[in-house]
């Protein structure tokens, strides 16, 4: 009797072995931070229609300052209109609003998790705060420079479309600086969204984040470029604004502008401060 219930109750246990579940650990990386971020943001339903509104704005608005500068517009003598415009900064009149856009989803995507306290969970689950900020910036980057890319070379096309339909002067991208300046945009763009994020992570508030990035890109260089003397130029020039105006067709504070590669250094330099104070911040703090 005994030898049958011990030979019974080793079965069991040898069963029982062989049907409990078994338990995978994987070691917390960058990489598998990454593909969280990812799939958080891909989800997400505003992340396409953001995408799509860049895309749509961009080039509906370049198409419009197009097809205005063909028709029977009047312009100033000393050349102020629209029709006696740079071909290229004609077609890439959305630019503002672009902006705008893209530093609007990047400070969502730095702040939003603060509203909602899902950043708890967040860091609970990459305990490695700066691969919070680092898989953060890495999957915006693989969204928005992609997709500021099709839009500002649909916008170009498009564009220049127009105006050699309406017998207007055009330009190509093989021309000097023009293919710099079309892929410029989508880097430019790709740098607000990243220091809007930055920005969101730092101050931990969509409407903070906000109303500081707008006001730094936006408001702060045409205040200072009609306010301040011709002087300061060479201070204004390193601001987001003009670093971006050396290699793109936005426009910058005062009249004067770093070379092409310096001003891409100094807004890659704006991008790195901004992500890494949110490193520090996020890491020293409590959530």
């Known amino acids: 009797?005994?030898?049958?219930?011990?030979?019974?109750?080793?079965?069991?246990?040898?069963?029982?072995?062989?049907?409990?579940?078994?338990?995978?650990?994987?070691?917390?990386?960058?990489?598998?931070?990454?593909?969280?971020?990812?799939?958080?943001?891909?989800?997400?339903?505003?992340?396409?229609?953001?995408?799509?509104?860049?895309?749509?704005?961009?080039?509906?608005?370049?198409?419009?300052?197009?097809?205005?500068?063909?028709?029977?517009?009047?312009?100033?003598?000393?050349?102020?209109?629209?029709?006696?415009?740079?071909?290229?900064?004609?077609?890439?009149?959305?630019?503002?609003?672009?902006?705008?856009?893209?530093?609007?989803?990047?400070?969502?995507?730095?702040?939003?998790?603060?509203?909602?306290?899902?950043?708890?969970?967040?860091?609970?689950?990459?305990?490695?705060?700066?691969?919070?900020?680092?898989?953060?910036?890495?999957?915006?980057?693989?969204?928005?420079?992609?997709?500021?890319?099709?839009?500002?070379?649909?916008?170009?096309g498009v564009g220049m479309g127009i105006l050699s339909a309406g017998d207007s002067a055009t330009v190509a991208l093989t021309d000097d600086g023009i293919l710099r300046s079309v892929l410029g945009m989508a880097g430019y763009l790709t740098a607000i969204a990243l220091m809007g994020l930055g920005l969101g992570i730092l101050l931990r508030s969509v409407a903070s984040s906000i109303g500081v990035l707008l006001g730094g890109v936006m408001v702060l260089p045409t205040i200072a470029g009609a306010l301040l003397p011709a002087s300061l130029d060479s201070v204004l020039q390193f601001l987001p604004s003009s670093a971006g105006a050396a290699f793109t067709t936005v426009t910058g504070a005062g009249d004067s502008v770093l070379g092409a590669t310096a001003g891409a250094l100094v807004l890659a330099a704006w991008v790195v401060l901004t992500l890494g104070a949110s490193i520090l911040a996020i890491t020293r703090r409590d959530v």
């Open 1 to 156: 009797m005994t030898t049958a219930t011990a030979t019974a109750t080793t079965a069991l246990e040898s069963t029982s072995r062989r049907t409990a579940p078994t338990t995978t650990t994987h070691r917390q990386t960058l990489g598998r931070a990454i593909r969280s971020e990812w799939i958080k943001v891909r989800t997400l339903r505003s992340t396409w229609i953001g995408m799509g509104a860049l895309v749509l704005l961009l080039v509906s608005l370049g198409a419009i300052a197009a097809a205005v500068s063909t028709g029977s517009v009047t312009t100033s003598e000393d050349g102020g209109g629209i029709g006696n415009a740079d071909p290229l900064k004609t077609v890439m009149t959305g630019d503002f609003a672009a902006v705008l856009l893209v530093g609007v989803l990047g400070a969502l995507a730095g702040a939003r998790e603060y509203g909602s306290r899902m950043i708890s969970a967040t860091i609970a689950a990459v305990p490695r705060r700066w691969q919070v900020v680092v898989s953060k910036a890495v999957v915006l980057t693989g969204v928005v420079l992609p997709t500021a890319l099709i839009a500002a070379l649909a916008t170009f």
